[in-house]
Structures are given as structure tokens and as C-alpha cells.
């Protein structure tokens, strides 16, 4: 399951102003919670539009496991490519060495700054 990741994704509200994660009958929530609870699910957080993984703490108690998982960043300036690469890491079954290698080049590049 990708979980497409916004920049407002933890603080989105409904029309009445109340967080829409704190709905326990929220549609997202619903369906992130199964994912998290399958055993047979790979989720992955997909980060777009420079979101960050919100913190374990902002999140509802049955979400808060999401925040363990390593994300992947969509970035604008390489969008075709980065998207590419997650397809066919997807299509291809090796979802897990693909994130792998996106945690070492993020700590690569970091550590060149």
C-alpha cells in the first residue's frame, strides 16, 4: 500500500474543523489501519510536494506504527524519474531493496552537505 503523504496529510480537517486522522470512521485512517495490521502488507509512505513523516506522536495511537516505516520522496525535481523507479520497484517485487538504497543515498547526500 503506497500512503501518499502531503504536507497538510496529518493536519487535514473535515468541515467542521475536527482532524480528520482523529475520526475513527475516517476513509484514510480506515484504510492505513488495515494495512498496518495485515501481515501480508508492505506499506510504504510516499512523501510529495517536500512533506516530512509526521512524528509518532501527532498521529492517532493505530497510525503511530506508520512512523516506522521508510518513506519514499517523490521530489519535483526529479518526479518522472523518482516515480519511475517506484513502479518498477513495485512491478518487480523488490519494493524493500529499492527503500534501502534511498535511505543510503539520503545519508550519502546528507553527509556531502
Known amino acids: 500500500m503506497l500512503v501518499v503523504i502531503g504536507p497538510q496529510w496529518a493536519d487535514a480537517r473535515d468541515r467542521n ?3 480528520r486522522l482523529n475520526d ?3 476513509w484514510v485512517r ?3 489501519e488495515a494495512a498496518l495490521a495485515s501481515a ?3 506499506v510504504v ?3 510529495v510536494d517536500g512533506a516530512a513523516m509526521p512524528a509518532a506522536a501527532a498521529l492517532p495511537q493505530s497510525l503511530r506504527a506508520l512512523s516506522e516505516h521508510q518513506a519514499f520522496a517523490l521530489s519535483v525535481e526529479r518526479w518522472s524519474v523518482d516515480l519511475e523507479a517506484l513502479i518498477e520497484s513495485i512491478h518487480s517485487g523488490r519494493i524493500r531493496d529499492f527503500l534501502r538504497k534511498q535511505r543510503a543515498l539520503g545519508a550519502s547526500v546528507a553527509a556531502d552537505a
Do not use: F, I, S
Open 40 to 42: 501480508d502488507a508492505q
Open 24 to 26: 475513527p470512521a475516517d
Open 17 to 19: 474543523g475536527a482532524l
Open 30 to 32: 480506515l484504510e492505513v
Open 45 to 47: 509512505p510516499v512523501l
